[in-house]
């Protein structure tokens, strides 16, 4: 079975730091990995994925991941963030057997303060 | 390209009732998952659909059943309504298997039951 752990349920921030959301997966399995977006009465916006090759993997709106297959994580990053980032994030893998289903994390409430 | 569309937005029914969701997914997508998303439990598979085939099921009640039909819009219905079935309810397409990991999710569905 596969589960995803995100570190933080709340991150608050200043406008223009970095920050960084923790993810942790574990999988008997390879899993191919996810970052989703959800802002305020909205749905989930893919952000960035892994399924193969390079580790760092670039994402819209300026975020990136990386992919530790040792550590077994996907920590999402951004150098410098702006209010309009302000949104809960979420952690999902994806096993190759099981279609198109997802399995979330928690969820991590990022909060950027002026 | 219109985006993945749920009707309705938003609705409210009471213990006992029966409640049915619909999702069009974007055109051209033969791929539907459905997902419930609450405070307590976060994001949970419920199922998916491909070509009108049910390819996977999440672990929820027999209540809980969905279907799709030829033009890949997808339905799902909860009888006997309870409490806990107060939440958002996402559904999700992909172009498969063109592209199965880059999944589109509507604005949801807020289902309180009272």
């Known amino acids: 079975a596969q589960s995803v752990t995100q570190l933080d349920s709340q991150v608050p921030v200043f406008e223009e730091a970095p920050v960084e959301l923790r993810c942790n997966y574990s999988s008997s399995v390879s899993v191919y990995l996810f970052w989703y977006v959800q802002y305020p009465n909205q749905g989930l916006q893919l952000l960035l994925k892994y399924l193969s090759g390079s580790t760092l993997v670039k994402g819209i709106n300026g975020f990136e991941a990386e992919f530790n297959k040792s550590q077994t994580s996907f920590h999402l990053r951004k150098p410098s963030v702006h209010i309009s980032d302000t949104a809960e994030y979420f952690c999902?893998?994806?096993?190759?057997?099981?279609?198109?289903?997802?399995?979330f994390g928690e969820g991590t409430q990022l909060t950027v303060n002026p | 390209k219109a985006g993945v569309t749920q009707t309705p937005r938003y609705l409210i029914k009471t213990r006992g009732q029966q409640v049915t969701l619909s999702c069009s997914p974007i055109?051209?997508?033969?791929?539907v998952s459905w997902y419930q998303q609450t405070p307590g439990q976060g994001l949970q598979f419920l199922f998916e659909y491909f070509s009108e085939t049910q390819r996977n099921k999440g672990n929820f009640p027999g209540r809980f059943s969905g279907r799709q039909f030829s033009n890949s819009r997808s339905e799902m219905n909860v009888s006997t309504l309870e409490l806990g079935d107060s939440a958002l309810y996402l559904c999700?397409?992909?172009?498969?298997?063109?592209?199965?990991?880059?999944?589109?999710f509507g604005p949801g569905t807020r289902l309180t039951v009272l």
């Open positions: 055109s051209g997508h033969r791929s």
């Open positions: 999902a893998t994806r096993q190759e057997t099981s279609g198109s289903r997802l399995t």
């Open positions: 999700a397409s992909s172009l498969e298997p063109e592209d199965t990991d880059t999944q589109y």
